[in-house]
């Protein structure tokens, strides 16, 4: 593996998968009935973390870049052999396999959209880096119901320009569906360059300082 940081790996993949499978648009749905749940407020472990420590050289997609051809077990067997995997966390360790286990079994054009949006990723600021993690890290205490929900409805508004895009979240549908706070993390993720509609660039942002 390359110079890098396995922990903004971690990150990186994380916060891509939950905005990289496609899914039919909100108009075409009809599941999104349910109200939201009565929610309080919580500290979040991501929010305060701060920026994910970063390797010398190499962006975060290149270790998958390198090993995506490889069969799921040689991906592994790579993995483990990682001094700085050896060194994560027990916790961190497994969450990584989770998620390379998880990027061996997406199809090929899916496989490299998740690549393509790391490469975004890379160009975010240490700010929006920042705002992004603390986003995914709200959005993993839902419940999973309604995490599936917020993530659908994310990967939809991003289809959609900036400002129909907030006259959704604002609609009395999207009220009577979603929490404000649910509705917060909409707005906070759609607002970052981090995946666009699919078969686009979707919005851009300058490369900001790594």
């Not at 009220?175 to 078969?199: I, V």
């Amino acid at each position: 593996m390359r110079a890098i940081s396995i922990a903004e790996w971690v990150t990186a993949v994380s916060l891509i998968m939950a905005v990289a499978s496609p899914l039919p648009c909100l108009a075409q749905r009809g599941n999104y009935g349910q109200s939201p749940p009565q929610q309080r407020r919580q500290v979040y472990p991501y929010q305060n973390r701060g920026p994910a420590p970063r390797g010398p050289q190499g962006h975060a997609g290149d270790w998958l870049r390198r090993y995506k051809d490889l069969p799921p077990t040689e991906q592994q067997r790579a993995l483990q052999n990682d001094p700085q995997f050896r060194r994560l966390p027990p916790g961190r360790q497994q969450e990584l396999q989770r998620q390379l286990q998880h990027f061996s079994s997406l199809p090929p054009q899916q496989q490299q959209r998740v690549l393509n949006r790391m490469e975004t990723w890379e160009h975010l600021t240490p700010q929006q880096k920042q705002q992004a993690r603390q986003i995914f890290g709200e959005m993993q205490h839902l419940p999973p119901n309604r995490r599936r929900m917020v993530g659908t409805a994310i990967r939809d508004l991003r289809a959609m320009p900036p400002q129909q895009r907030e006259q959704i979240i604002g609609s009395p549908r999207f009220r009577s569906m979603f929490s404000p706070r649910e509705r917060d993390m909409m707005r906070g993720a759609t607002r970052l360059p981090l995946a666009g509609p699919e078969g686009g660039r979707g919005e851009q942002s300058p490369p900001g300082p790594q």
